[in-house]
Each structure stands twice: as C-alpha cells, then as structure tokens.
C-alpha cells in the first residue's frame, strides 16, 4: 500500500491542530531524543524541532512509508529519518519523549503497546499519543454502508470489512495499561469542528479527507471499476451526511483522544 502525502497534506493545518494541541502539553524543558513515532510527512517533526530548536535535541521520525519519509526529509532536514514498521521499532536507547500522533490507532494490541512505548523511555520521559475516535461517526459508518451495498459477491465484502479501522480502547483501559509505569497522566478528547473548503462539485469534502487515512486500505484492495462504484457511493452518502453550507464549505466534526503519560 503505497502513501500519498499530497493528498494527506490537503488539509494539512486542520491536521496538524491536534499535533500542536498534545504537544503544548508536554512538559519536557530541554529533552536529548525525541522521537516523532509515525511521522508521515514530517509536518509534525517540524513542529517538534520548533519547540526545541537547540541543536543538543536529537529528533527522530520513525514511518513505515518511503513516500511519506522523502516528503519529510524535504520538511525537516535536521532530523534523523528511519523507515520501519511503528508497532515493532524500537529505539538503540532510552529517549525522552515518544511523540505519536494520528498514527497507533492503526495498531492492534494497545494493551501490549503502550506499556512497551514507556519502557522505551527514560524515567522522567513522556509518552504523548493523539488518536482519532471517530469509528461510529458518519464519515466512518458510511464505509460500512457502501461495502455492504456494493454490487460484489460475499466473502469480497467480507475482505473488504475486515480492512477498516478497529475502534480503540476507553479511556480507563489506556489508564489501566499506563498507571504501572507511570507518576501522571493526563487524558482527554476533543471534538474539533474542520472547516473544509476548496473541493469542487459532485465531490464530498470529507470523502476527501477519508480518502487518504481510513479509505487508504480498503480502496487499495479494490480493482478500478471498484473503487469508481466505491468513491461515488460514498462520496453520496458522505455529502447527504455533511452537506456543503451556503458559503460552499463543509464542517466537518472529528472527535480525538489524547493522553500524555509521565514516566516514574
């Protein structure tokens, strides 16, 4: 499965917003590694060199894409660049932040990663995840609808199903796989509200937006006539869902949850 990071930085401040939501959360004065842990394509590594601009702060971006790494390289050249799979990596050394953002939801296992995640930091280190909840929104539950309404034969559907995004855990559970290891945590959500502009008519803004995250893996199993069937059917039902407003803009609800995990 190849990555688009044009299409993923289509709406790129609405993107990064959370990113710089958790990251005014971390406490860390002067940390020595920071690790960006499914950078994409380094938007958010930037902003982590811009809150430690001091050249002792070694800053490391960890992806699984190579497309989305060389973007990243062009971004943020004073990084260290490390393709490799997010759920296994692991650093040489203890760090001081892991940084995560929009990236483990993509993960099975929390209950095993996260206590890994702090045992890869120092004590006193911070580990500060954002991860979109957002499986029973609209934009979600209409990819359901248009696999099941799709004019494939069973066991396709039933692929196809299997691909989507697993909710994640609750809250008490990530505070329940933490608190071992951890002096303070900190944990919230928040609804954001995008304002989507800049797409033209007969396609759906956050049919655009799901294009390049949750879409990415169903629609690349799908041959072309598929993904045509596909893309219309949703973006139909993802503009009856979030109809365009009288200035030609979409809001868009996105629902977030953040935790930041101080090490003991």
């Keep these: 499965m190849t990555w688009d ?13 959370p990113a710089l939501d958790l990251l005014a959360r971390v406490e860390l004065q002067a940390p020595k590694i920071v690790v960006d842990l499914g950078c994409g394509a380094g938007n958010v590594t ?7 601009p001091e050249a002792g ?40 932040l892991i940084f995560s953002n929009a990236a483990l939801h993509w993960l099975p296992g929390h209950e095993q990663l996260f206590p890994r995640l702090m045992g890869m930091l120092k004590p006193g ?20 609808e248009s696999i099941d309404a799709a ?6 559907k039933a692929e ?17 796989w933490l608190a071992p290891h951890a002096q303070r945590i900190d944990q ?3 609804l954001y509200t995008h304002v989507l502009a ?28 598929a993904q045509a069937w596909f893309w219309a059917d949703y973006c139909r039902r993802m503009n009856a869902a979030y109809p365009r407003r009288a200035d030609g803009t979409t809001l868009f609800p996105f629902r977030r949850f953040f935790t930041v995990a101080l090490k003991k």
Aim: charged share 20%.
């Design 125 to 144: 280190g911070e580990l500060a995840v954002q991860m979109p909840n957002q499986t029973s929104a609209a934009s979600h539950v209409g990819i359901a």
């Design 46 to 52: 930037r902003a982590l060199r811009a809150r430690w």
């Design 188 to 190: 919230w959500e928040t």
């Design 57 to 96: 702060t070694r800053i490391i971006g960890v992806d699984s894409s190579p497309e989305m790494l060389a973007r990243a390289a062009r971004a943020e050249p004073n990084a260290q660049w490390v393709q490799a799979d997010i759920g296994s990596w692991s650093p040489e050394e203890p760090v001081d």
């Design 198 to 225: 800049g797409v033209p008519p007969g396609s759906s803004a956050v049919a655009e937006w799901t294009q390049s995250t949750a879409l990415k893996p169903i629609m690349s199993a799908m041959d072309p006539a």
């Design 5 to 17: 990071p044009t299409l993923y930085l289509k709406f790129g401040s609405d993107r990064l917003r």
């Design 151 to 156: 004019p494939w034969r069973g066991p396709v």
């Design 160 to 176: 196809l199903l299997e691909k989507r995004l697993a909710p994640i855990a609750s809250a008490n559970d990530y505070y329940d």
